[in-house]
Nanobody, 116 residues
Framework: QVQLVESGGGLVQPGGSLRLSCAASASIFTFNTMGWYRQVPGKQRELVARFPRYGSRIYADSVNGRFIISRDTAKNTVYLQMNSLKPEDTAVYYC??????????WGQGTQVTVSS
């Protein structure tokens, strides 16, 4: 059973930065895609950024140009660098890994709060 463990959330002022980490218990190449999603109460979980199997990284329009997804294959870790944070970025952020057969793995989530 593969596990994904997020870290790095917290409270930050508008305009600030945070970096989230997602450590996988197996090689990140196990997954067809890996990425970050977020969810606020009463709304559906939404894609933030993702590494597809092939091609360029994918970003939600709302974060494009502010957030950067990256990975360290030696550490089996995916990162989300979040810059110029806005109050509307406040959410629980989840790491996701999806297998070729469609099976999804999720981390436990990490809270990000952007507030002055």
């Amino acid at each position: 059973q593969v596990q994904l463990v997020e870290s790095g959330g917290g409270l930050v002022q508008p305009g600030g930065s945070l970096r989230l980490s997602c450590a996988a218990s197996a090689s990140i190449f196990t997954f067809n895609t890996m990425g970050w999603y977020r969810q606020v109460p009463g709304k559906q979980r939404e894609l933030v950024a993702r590494f597809p199997r092939y091609g360029s990284r994918i970003y939600a329009d709302s974060v494009n140009g502010r957030f950067i997804i990256s990975r360290d294959t030696a550490k089996n870790t995916v990162y989300l660098q979040m810059n110029s944070l806005k109050p509307e970025d406040t959410a629980v952020y989840y790491c996701n890994g999806a297998l070729v057969n469609g099976q999804d793995y999720w981390g436990q989530g990490t809270q990000v709060t952007v507030s002055s």
